[in-house]
């Protein structure tokens, strides 16, 4: 099952507005992260955010957490028609202790966003 | 420095084919895992391996066999290919830390995988 859904499911805007993309998540949670994928790719990881920040910043990124709400935001400023990618939350839904310890994540179903030049 | 290596990029098998993709990463990484992304339903996990000698099942499992190989490659096999599992399969790794610790997973560029 999902842990994490993303909200909207498709965002279409033009260059050089911000882009706000959501991620809601059903478990508390240890930490969440965020991925791009550009079309035909694997994905790449953006930022990691722990249970007990409330704001992080990358760049262009901000991501805020909301762990009252499950609830997490990634705003892209200024954005670039090279910002067009799926964009995917990952949750820690599981932990489990084996030879070496490993850690699970589960995917959101992503946003499609499109900058238009 | 490659990061993950998955090979083959595209595959066009029949049903009751059976076949191996291959992953191979050059970071060190001590856990591994084997993701399937369809078409609005996000990645799932198939497989991982914590460390090497150690593979677990994920959500969706069943229809495929890994094998850890060493500590660079891991590897998914489909014993007798269904249209089910057409599909682009994903390799990830990452280092291991504590509980609660996520690190980043990287991943390769993924395996096209059309079965008629």
């Known amino acids: 099952s999902q842990q994490g859904e993303e909200d909207p499911q498709a965002l279409s805007i033009q260059e050089g507005e911000n882009a706000t993309m959501n991620c809601s998540y059903k478990?508390?949670?240890?930490?969440l992260q965020w991925y791009r994928q550009n079309s035909g790719r694997g994905l790449v990881h953006l930022i990691l955010?722990?249970?007990?920040?409330r704001e992080k910043h990358s760049g262009r990124l901000r991501v805020t957490l909301d762990t009252s709400k499950k609830s997490s935001s990634l705003l892209i400023t200024a954005s670039r028609a090279a910002d067009t990618a799926s964009y995917f939350c990952?949750?820690?839904?599981?932990?489990?202790?084996?030879?070496?310890?490993?850690?699970?994540?589960?995917f959101g179903k992503g946003t499609k966003l499109t900058v238009n030049p | 420095n490659a990061g993950v290596t998955q090979t083959p990029k595209f595959q066009v098998l029949k049903t009751g084919q059976s076949m191996t993709l291959q992953c191979a990463q050059d970071?060190?990484?001590?856990?591994m895992y084997w993701y399937r992304q369809d078409p609005g339903m996000g990645l799932r996990l198939i497989y991982y391996?914590?460390?090497?000698?150690t593979t677990d099942k994920g959500e969706v499992p069943n229809g495929y066999n890994v094998s850890r190989l060493n500590k660079r490659e891991f590897s998914l096999r489909l014993e007798s290919a269904a249209p089910s599992q057409t599909s682009v399969y994903f390799c990830?790794?990452?280092?291991?830390w504590g509980r609660g610790a996520n690190q980043p997973q990287h991943f390769g560029d993924g395996t096209r995988l059309s079965i008629l």
């Open positions: 970071m060190n990484h001590n856990s």
């Open positions: 990830a790794s990452t280092t291991t």
């Open positions: 391996s914590a460390s090497e000698g």
């Open positions: 955010i722990r249970s007990n920040e």
């Open positions: 990952a949750t820690d839904a599981e932990y489990r202790i084996t030879q070496g310890g490993s850690e699970k994540l589960v």
């Open positions: 478990t508390s949670i240890n930490n």
